[in-house]
Structure formats: C-alpha cells, structure tokens
C-alpha cells in the first residue's frame, strides 16, 4: 500500500498564482521528502525535511511537516509554467533502511 | 538525470522473452533501486542493492531479477514471469548510509526506461 497519499490528484493555475499540495502517511517517518516529475522524465528531488523540522524553505517552496497529523504541505509561490509536471511526497519510515515510499502524485498545470 | 543512465529509452519486447534494463551511475554511489511506475501512478520499489554484491527484494520482486557486481552497475532482467511488464522503470542511486548519522537517503534518478510488451 501507500505511504504517501498526496491531495488534490490534479490542480490546474495560472502563471503568478500559488500551487499548494499536500500528503498524508501512516507511519512513523525520518524523513519526508517531495519529488518533481516532468512528463516522461525521471524524477528530481526538491526538498527534503526531516521529521523533527517543521517548515523548510527552497527558492519559491515551502514545506511544512506535522508528525501529530501525520501530514506535509508543499507551497510552490508565484508559479511559471515550467513548474508544470506532477510532484510526489516520499517517505523514509523509522523501521525502513533508507527505502522511499511514494504517493500517487499531484499533476500540476500551470497555464500562462 | 546527472549521473545516473539508464538504456535504452524505449524497449519492446514479445511476450515470453527476458529482457535486461541497464543502469550506470557514476556519483560513486554504495545504494541503488529499482522502481516500476504505471500511468497516473507513484513509484512501486522492485529491487535495491545497499553494497556491491547484495540485493534485497523490494514490494514487487516477483518476476524480476537483478544483480550488482559492480558499484557502478545495477541491471535489471524482466523475465517472462511477470505477468505485466508494460510500464516504466526508474532506476536510482543515493549516498552510501551505512553508520552515517542523519543521512538523508534522497535518491537521484535516471531518465527512465518504457518497457513495452507486444
């Protein structure tokens, strides 16, 4: 089964807007971290927060963890359309040498 | 995709034939792993290798082989036993962690390969 359960499936904005995505997991996590996948590439790590951090910034993302709600945010601000692709949270359980376990995505368009 | 190749791009296959996906990295990386991805779907883990010469079992082994005799290399054999081989597969790397306190283990990727069976 999942780990990561990312929300929504599908988010479509305009240049400038902000993209705000979000993921859930079941267990106790190291680590979470969020991926980009541009359509038909491999994936390219964004951003890691480990799980007694509770935000974390890069360039135009933000991160937030809750380990009591078991959740993360991811904040794209002021989005381009080279930010369109679909973006995955991964997570490393406390039980799980280094393995990821991923969710199922959230598409993202961005249209100019 | 820095460092890590994965060939061919695409690959067609007929059914019943074995098929060997390669990967190459050259970030001097101890752990590699193997992931299968179907369309609108995340990553499910088949193999990963943490050292030269060891491999464990990911979620979905069944119908895969691998080996790793080379710190650079990690190929992977789709053999006729996996009943449904159409899809992609990503190959990656991360940092050794063996005794490395705080190690982050983000992984770095290839650019993939489509497998498609006829």
């Known amino acids: 089964s999942q780990q990561g359960e990312e929300d929504p499936q599908a988010l479509s904005i305009q240049e400038g807007e902000n993209a705000t995505m979000n993921c859930s997991y079941k267990t106790s996590i190291n680590n979470l971290q969020w991926y980009r996948q541009n359509s038909g590439r491999g994936l390219v790590h964004l951003i890691l927060i480990r799980s007694n951090e509770r935000e974390k910034h890069s360039g135009r993302l933000r991160v937030t963890l809750d380990t009591s709600k078991k959740s993360s945010s991811l904040l794209i601000t002021a989005s381009r359309a080279a930010d369109t692709a679909s973006y995955f949270c991964a997570t490393v359980r406390t039980d799980s040498w280094g393995k990821l376990q991923f969710g199922a995505g959230t598409q993202v368009v961005v249209t100019p | 995709d820095g460092g890590i190749t994965q060939s061919p791009k695409y690959l067609f296959r007929k059914e019943g034939q074995n098929v060997t996906l390669s990967c190459e990295q050259n970030l001097n990386h101890d752990a590699m792993y193997w992931y299968r991805q179907d369309p609108g779907q995340g990553l499910r883990l088949i193999y990963y290798?943490?050292?030269?010469?060891?491999?464990q079992k990911g979620d979905i082994a069944e119908g895969y082989s691998v080996s790793r005799e080379k710190k650079e290399s990690f190929p992977l054999t789709v053999t006729s036993a996996q009943k449904n081989p159409t899809a992609f597969y990503l190959c990656?790397?991360?940092?050794?962690?063996?005794?490395?306190?705080?190690?982050?283990?983000?992984?770095?990727f290839g650019p993939g390969t489509r497998l498609t069976v006829l």
């Open positions: 990656a790397s991360s940092p050794g962690t063996s005794g490395m306190l705080g190690a982050s283990y983000e992984q770095f």
């Open positions: 290798s943490q050292i030269v010469n060891d491999f």
